[in-house]
């Protein structure tokens, strides 16, 4: 029997195709994920991997099978599948492994307007009926089975977007776009088609196997020839997607990368002159830029653990405008709450166009402080390890100890946070501080505590 424990994470399902993800299997998470949504029909869609399309019919074949009508939409990315959940209230499955190598595949789930499907959301229980059936055999089959229909939603997700940001009085601009081979190449000509941008396209071709480099644009490795690219070309900026498009990295005219804070903090901005006095959304490693620019901007800033499914839930809770994270995630309100990086792209444009300066310019007011990136450690006892950077600072007075999401450690000149893989034998450090000699003596000094 399939070993549901290695595949179910907390957000999503995902394995190696077909040792641990085949098709029969993906047919009894269709019929599951029908049962515990309660879904009458369904909308799938799928990434260029070799094996998603057929197993994303497997698994409209088994929502079928139980009595849903399924709404195939094809290649997509995955926040265009959240825009068909939003604009047609159905409950959706995206077939992605993101920027996982090519062997990977998986199921992002949402019940009906995006909302997320994780492991406090019903994805324990769709686990759990997965389990019994293949112990015990599928189940019967729906005295009336549901109905197969295609639908091509690529044009409604783009007018959409376009929509909730005005370019039209935008100064014309270059930009570079690396798709990674993933499914920004399937989009961007859509989205960007009409607008005052000389497209410069790399890697647009779709293909699963990644020929040119991994679709995960937080890998500095992995922007290299973006960067390249900018120069080259003299363009006003860079964007690279990841797998299925749904994360979205900037590099500004230098050939430098901006941090996702920043993006997080000048859409803030620009969402707050919309929705005066919102609520803003970002994780617990995002800079202390971003709420100090939603404070000065008259916004309320929410923290909250890292994660979408955590992301989400504060934005229902407090009705939240935007929210964004580290990551290059980044949740929109007038987007179901759900994430889209090609959203947070259109308003770098639109803040771009709209003024005469370079972009490095631009973000240098929400660039403040100097951060670490996220650095892994492989450790043999997290826990240890964690209590032991918590007793190296316990006697320093200016010190404050926050366990919200790992630990965070602060004082009025520098911060660090420090949590635990779900999924690895890791801890993951970040660092910020006033400056960067700072931020460097207090990364290289946890560092010794973790790795000692």
């Given at each position: ?19 641990q ?21 369904i ?77 406090d ?5 769709i ?62 000509p ?48 860079g ?23 920043a ?103 929400y ?45 009025p ?5 420090l ?6 034998p ?27």
């Open positions: 029997m399939a070993d549901l424990g290695q595949i179910v994470k907390a957000y999503d399902v995902r394995g190696v195709y077909p040792d993800l085949d098709d029969r299997l993906v047919e009894l998470f269709g019929a599951a994920f029908v049962e515990v949504t309660g879904a009458t029909a909308v799938v869609g799928h990434d260029m991997r070799p094996s998603s399309p057929h197993l994303s019919a497997s698994f409209a074949k088994g929502a079928v099978r139980r009595g849903a009508d399924a709404t195939l939409i094809g290649l997509c990315s995955t926040d265009q599948l959240y825009y068909a959940s939003g604009a047609l209230d159905l409950p959706g499955a995206m077939f992605t492994a993101s920027h996982n190598p090519a062997r990977y595949n998986g199921i992002k789930m949402c019940r009906a307007g995006a909302a997320p499907v994780g492991q959301t019903g994805l324990a229980e686990r759990e009926l997965v389990e019994t059936w293949l112990a015990e055999g599928p189940p019967e089959d729906a005295a009336k089975p549901g109905t197969i229909t295609q639908r091509d939603t690529l044009t409604d997700y783009a007018a959409h977007l376009l929509s909730l940001v005005d370019l039209s009085a935008n100064r014309p601009l270059k930009v570079v776009v690396d798709a990674g081979n993933g499914m920004g190449g399937h989009t961007v859509t989205v960007f088609a009409g607008l005052a941008v000389d497209l410069v396209p790399m890697y647009f071709e779709l293909d699963g196997t990644f020929p040119n480099h991994e679709a995960n644009p937080l890998d500095p490795r992995n922007i290299v020839d973006l960067q390249a690219r900018v120069l080259s070309e003299g363009a006003d900026l964007l690279a997607f990841d797998g299925d498009a749904d994360r979205c990295f900037v590099v500004d005219e230098r050939g430098r990368g901006v941090s996702p804070s993006i997080t903090a000048l859409v803030a901005e620009r969402e707050l002159a919309k929705h005066p006095g919102g609520t803003v959304i970002h994780n617990l490693i995002t800079s202390l830029s971003v709420p100090e620019v939603v404070r000065e901007h008259g916004g309320k800033p929410v923290r909250t653990r890292v994660g979408h499914s955590f992301i989400k839930a504060e934005m229902a809770r407090t009705g939240a405008i935007f929210g964004g994270e580290h990551s290059a995630h980044y949740y929109f309100r007038e987007f179901w709450n759900a994430d889209t990086g090609m959203l947070a792209a259109l308003h770098v444009l639109a803040a771009l166009g709209g003024q005469s300066g370079p972009l490095s310019e631009l973000v240098a007011s660039d403040r402080y100097a951060g670490s990136g996220e650095i892994n450690s492989t450790v043999d006892d997290q826990q240890a390890r964690l209590a032991a950077v918590r007793n190296a600072f316990a006697d320093r007075e200016d010190v404050t100890f926050d366990d919200l999401d790992g630990l965070t450690v602060t004082t000149d520098w911060w660090f946070n949590r635990a893989s779900n999924t690895e890791l801890l993951r450090l970040n660092v910020e501080a006033r400056d960067e000699p700072t931020m460097t003596k207090v990364r290289d000094e946890t560092l010794a505590l973790i790795r000692s």
